[in-house]
């Protein structure tokens, strides 16, 4: 299967800012559906914005107005940036392909692709 890295995560103070950056080597995002999803510790996996194939975008209300969703064709690299980071933002994230969106929520299943996550942490 198509093999997705994610990178950027961190530790960062309540309010702060970082971007995360999904890439691959043999799956071409251009032209294909990705979303960012994450999942804390005892909770459900969570799809938290995704890009479709035209370029539009779309959030999950938690993050709208505080996470951009962008793609880099030339670098073939998917990212997020996320800003005004809340301790509830804490969790583990990661890109998939092709998510499936239904009732608001996005949902990935055994033939999709991800990445292997990277993790944000925001303390308070």
């Known amino acids: 299967g198509f093999q997705l890295v994610d990178s950027g995560g961190g530790s960062v103070q309540a309010g702060g800012s970082l971007t995360l950056s999904c890439t691959s080597s043999?799956?071409?995002?251009?032209?294909?559906?990705v979303a960012w999803f994450r999942q804390a510790p005892g909770k459900e996996r969570e799809g938290v914005a995704a890009?479709?194939?035209?370029?539009?975008?779309k959030y999950a209300a938690s993050v709208k107005g505080r996470f951009t969703i962008s793609r880099d064709s030339a670098k073939n690299t998917i990212y997020l940036q996320m800003n005004d980071l809340k301790p509830e933002d804490t969790a583990m994230y990661f890109c998939?392909?092709?998510?499936?969106?239904?009732?608001?929520?996005?949902?990935?299943?055994?033939?999709?692709?991800w990445g292997q996550g990277t993790q944000v942490t925001v303390s308070s």
């Open positions: 043999d799956f071409i995002f251009e032209g294909q559906d």
């Open positions: 998939a392909t092709n998510p499936a969106f239904c009732g608001g929520k996005w949902y990935i299943f055994e033939d999709n692709y």
């Open positions: 890009i479709d194939n035209k370029g539009m975008t």
